[in-house]
């Protein structure tokens, strides 16, 4: 059996929230048009372990545990003119563009707000803490994954 690999994933509360992963249960992670984190969809297997972290939020935070329910498979949505996520270089044939499914793990009971992971020095060196870092959809290593549910497990 492959290693379980550990991940961060971004969604802007208003766009698609932890609430509404923890409604549906499941969703598709559509719509990644980064070339890099397209890729890392493409690594990702079931079982996977997701950080769910709400972007453009006051203030930014990791606010949950999701999991990787369906490997890559092409994202659609590119190929809907009608959609946000069109594509026209992306084709049945030649697709472009990949999605993977998540299932709803754990709200955590307090959000790990930016601000203080950046304080903290167990977290030096994660992807998302680093300056200028806006990748969507990004590894995370096991001891930090292991130190982030430490942190939202803990009493607030």
């Not at 980064?34 to 006051?58: C, I, P, T």
Request: net charge neutral; charged share 30%.
């Amino acid at each position: 059996m492959a290693t379980r690999r550990y991940w961060l994933v971004k969604s802007e509360p208003g766009t698609y929230s932890i609430d509404d992963l923890e409604r549906d249960g499941t969703t598709c992670w559509e719509g990644v048009r980064n070339y890099q984190a397209r890729n890392f969809l493409r690594e990702m297997k079931v079982g996977d372990r997701l950080l769910f972290y709400h972007s453009n939020a006051a203030p930014p935070a990791i606010v949950g545990l999701a999991e990787v329910v369906r490997e890559a498979y092409p994202d659609h949505f590119a190929w809907d003119v009608k959609s946000p996520y069109y594509d026209p270089r992306s084709t049945k044939d030649a697709p472009v563009w990949f999605m993977v499914d998540v299932g709803f793990v754990e709200r955590f009971a307090r959000p790990l707000p930016l601000p203080e992971l950046r304080e903290d020095p167990a977290l030096e060196g994660m992807e998302l803490l680093r300056r200028g870092s806006r990748l969507s959809v990004q590894p995370v290593s096991k001891e930090h994954f292991d130190h982030i549910l430490k942190l939202a497990r803990q009493r607030s």
